[in-house]
């Protein structure tokens, strides 16, 4: 007795719920309580500069390109200023990127894989510590989630890379006459046959750019698709199109900033801070240039072992299992970014989220590919493995469910219960951006100050600064004289009666 395969109508529908339930999750993903998550610093720098920028002042933040920046600017405008109207703007980017990579892949890998590349990439988590399944620590479960410049920058790049491929290979049907590739005609007109869709790839890469230049590196992946393709005339045709239109978005942007001395500038400043280094902290050790194989480990953290296993078997059946072109072109958009942020001096916690969505269209691809290669066993095999992204989708799920103010920005509110609320305030074990959001620098100071009085001493988690032995041995010596609480992952001691100590050169002393 053979099994019965599903009608046409049957797939239709199964597809069409399946397609409903992930967009429907993807958009809680994305959009549930957006504005709750704690401000981290650098959202403060771009917000700032944004605000700046759409009252005519271009002179903050030029270390960096300004396209994210007046995205930011005009959302507040709209909506009002503060975080929310950037942070809709960021998760409405990295949300249409998962839309971009279901219409890109649905027509050369089928509709299944299209819908785990949009999945993987809208509901699984991308945080920047591996803390982010704790709502009490602050951490960002989804980078994308926070108004950075990447979320901008990457949604532009994939937007870019996919229309490149639209161009190259010409539409699947067509009830008319065309002049995409094999249509005959000219060779002119073959070579420059669909060039609106290398213009508004161009166009969408210069967006990109200047959003963060960082997926400049995407060139190479970009010029391959014709190569890859063997479309040798339409390579040169594409590029001018693409260029033209490249450069007319890149002078739009950039005149307002103030050109090619805002261009200078940032490279000035970029090239400085690559010899100068970052101090970062990588499995508990600090650098002041990042180790090579930092993005790794941030890479882990962001996405936990699970995830992480995933990913690499899907890729690696990609690549194995009957790789084709578009394989190869993912692959060396996977590869260009991850040799760029290895070699440069600087690596932060969130730089991985950049090659993320070529990593997760290859596994789709992997893994659909394996199910098809000796069905059942395999089909089962890759479900399995699929499934297992079950677990830390949950656990983003509820961290996004949860989402709230914490650490830093519920200290406040705590201080004022202890009727602290106007008092000077200590910091250890917290740089100066951090608590600079929430304390203004007539309140808040670094631990390393040698005058004044204060009342509040406040220890966070960062281990680059870690509290002077001085600060450490007065709070021992006069316990009985503190109250002392936590808030998240803060500790907290507010000197009783109103009372407070002077800090001097020699460390903190009664009165």
């Not at 027509?107 to 785990?116: E, H, I, K, N, S």
């Not at 399944?133 to 890379?161: K, N, Q, T, W, Y």
């Not at 989220?353 to 066993?377: E, K, Q, S, T």
């Not at 109250?483 to 407070?500: I, K, P, T």
């Amino acid at each position: 007795m053979t099994s019965r395969r599903p009608s046409p109508r049957a797939r239709t529908v199964g597809r069409s719920a399946a397609l409903v339930a992930v967009v429907l999750a993807g958009l809680f993903v994305a959009f549930r309580h957006i504005g709750q998550q704690t401000l981290y610093p650098d959202e403060l720098t771009y917000l700032s500069a944004a605000w700046d920028y759409v009252h005519g002042t271009f002179t903050a933040n030029l270390e960096h390109p300004p396209t994210a920046k007046y995205l930011y600017g005009i959302a507040q405008l709209v909506l009002g200023p503060g975080g929310l109207a950037p942070r809709l703007v960021a998760t409405s980017a990295a949300f249409g990127t998962g839309v971009v990579l279901f219409l890109w892949l649905r027509r050369p890998v089928g509709f299944w894989a299209a819908l785990a590349a949009a999945g993987l990439w809208w509901l699984t988590p991308r945080g920047d510590k591996p803390t982010w399944g704790d709502v009490a620590s602050g951490a960002a479960a989804r980078i994308d989630r926070l108004a950075l410049l990447e979320p901008v920058m990457v949604f532009f790049a994939v937007l870019a890379l996919a229309l490149t491929w639209r161009w190259a290979v010409g539409p699947a049907r067509s009830g008319r006459r065309t002049l995409d590739p094999g249509s005959g005609g000219s060779t002119a007109a073959r070579a420059f046959a669909g060039w609106p869709w290398m213009a508004l790839a161009g166009a969408a890469f210069a967006l990109s750019v200047t959003s963060k230049v960082s997926t400049a590196v995407l060139l190479v992946a970009i010029a391959a698709v014709p190569v890859l393709l063997r479309q040798w005339w339409r390579l040169l045709a594409g590029g001018v199109v693409a260029a033209v239109a490249f450069a007319v978005v890149f002078v739009v942007v950039y005149v307002p900033v103030g050109g090619v001395r805002a261009i200078q500038y940032m490279l000035d400043f970029q090239d400085e801070h690559n010899l100068k280094g970052h101090v970062t902290q990588v499995l508990g050790r600090d650098y002041q240039h990042s180790p090579w194989w930092a993005n790794f480990v941030y890479l882990q953290q962001g996405i936990g072992w699970t995830m992480l296993v995933v990913v690499v078997l899907g890729i690696t059946c990609a690549v194995v299992i009957r790789p084709d072109r578009l394989v190869a072109v993912l692959g060396i958009a996977l590869g260009s970014l991850i040799v760029f942020y290895c070699t440069v001096g600087v690596a932060l916690p969130h730089y991985y989220d950049a090659w993320m969505p070529f990593a997760l269209a290859l596994a789709a691809i992997g893994y659909v590919r394996l199910a098809r290669v000796r069905p059942p066993v395999t089909a089962v095999l890759a479900g399995v493995l699929v499934a297992a992204t079950v677990v830390p989708a949950a656990q983003l799920a509820v961290a996004v469910e949860q989402a709230r103010p914490a650490g830093l920005a519920a200290l406040q509110p705590a201080l004022a219960r202890h009727d602290a609320a106007d008092a000077r305030v200590l910091f250890a074990k917290l740089n100066r951006p951090a608590f600079a959001v929430y304390f203004l620098s007539d309140r808040g100071f670094m631990q390393y100050v040698n005058s004044g009085q204060y009342r509040v001493v406040v220890e966070g988690t960062d281990d680059r600064f870690p509290m002077t032995p001085a600060l450490r041995t007065f709070l021992t010596e006069h316990r009985s004289e503190f109250d002392s609480f936590r808030v998240d992952d803060l500790r907290v001691w507010v000197m009783r009666d109103g009372r407070s100590f002077t800090m001097t050169k020699t460390g903190p002393v009664e009165g």
